[in-house]
């Protein structure tokens, strides 16, 4: 990081931000390692790194980069807001972390293969789920092709299994089905709070994530009206 400025740069605006909220400005790595932790450094670098993918705004219909990117920051931030309220096992850090990269399959295609996700996006209607449409003109949907990265990668299990798993939660059965349960849950709430991935509100509850994490109706509508503040204090990522 050091090597590298402009993530340095990036990096040290948001520690000093209000999200971050420390009494005394923080002017160098070490410093900010010190104060966060190295998990939380980690966290802000590769949102850097990911942030940087959608600096060309691309519109297609009712897709936008940009928005993919806000969706991607909330389901994070409401990931880790129900992490540590929830106490789950996976710490909110990793929570965050895979919340973010749960959708990295969409980049991946919007970039690689951007005539046939053109294709797809054009395609989509409240009928059907974005990875039927992906699987009828790509052969495969984002979460299987995300996975599959993530793990030549080697990016961490728990991470993969998020990716893979999270539009349909209830098929996992490792040992981090809570956390994907978590990341299925946050990136519905973030949906139906006008910020969906691809323009549309293609998702629902899974029952069964709801039960397994003892999630009320009225814990989820608080956790919406709690992810507004929570984003105000993050604000700072949107712009990293």
């Not at 005394?24 to 990911?50: H, P």
Request: with cysteine.
């Amino acid at each position: 990081m050091e090597s590298d400025t402009a993530l340095s740069t990036r990096v040290l605006r948001f520690v000093n931000s209000s999200a971050v909220g420390v009494r005394q400005k923080i002017t160098n790595l070490q410093q900010a390692i010190a104060y966060l932790g190295t998990k939380q450094i980690r966290n802000l670098a590769l949102t850097v790194s990911v942030s940087d993918l959608f600096r060309r705004e691309q519109c297609i219909g009712l897709y936008r980069r940009r928005e993919l990117w806000r969706h991607m920051v909330a389901v994070a931030v409401c990931a880790r807001m129900m992490g540590r309220e929830l106490r789950l096992k996976a710490g909110p850090d990793d929570v965050f972390l895979a919340g973010l990269l749960h959708d990295i399959g969409i980049i991946l295609e919007d970039q690689y293969v951007h005539t046939q996700f053109f294709a797809v996006i054009r395609m989509l209607d409240r009928d059907h789920s974005l990875p039927s449409r992906e699987r009828e003109v790509l052969g495969f949907d984002h979460a299987r092709l995300g996975d599959a990265v993530c793990r030549r990668w080697q990016f961490p299990e728990m991470i993969c299994d998020v990716v893979r798993y999270h539009h349909n939660s209830n098929r996992c059965q490792s040992e981090h089905r809570q956390a994907v349960q978590c990341i299925d849950v946050a990136n519905t709430i973030c949906t139906l709070q006008g910020m969906p991935s691809v323009g549309l509100e293609l998702v629902s509850f899974c029952p069964t994530s709801l039960a397994d994490l003892s999630l009320t109706k009225q814990r989820v509508l608080q956790f919406a009206e709690q992810l507004d503040e929570e984003l105000q204090t993050n604000a700072e990522l949107l712009r990293l």
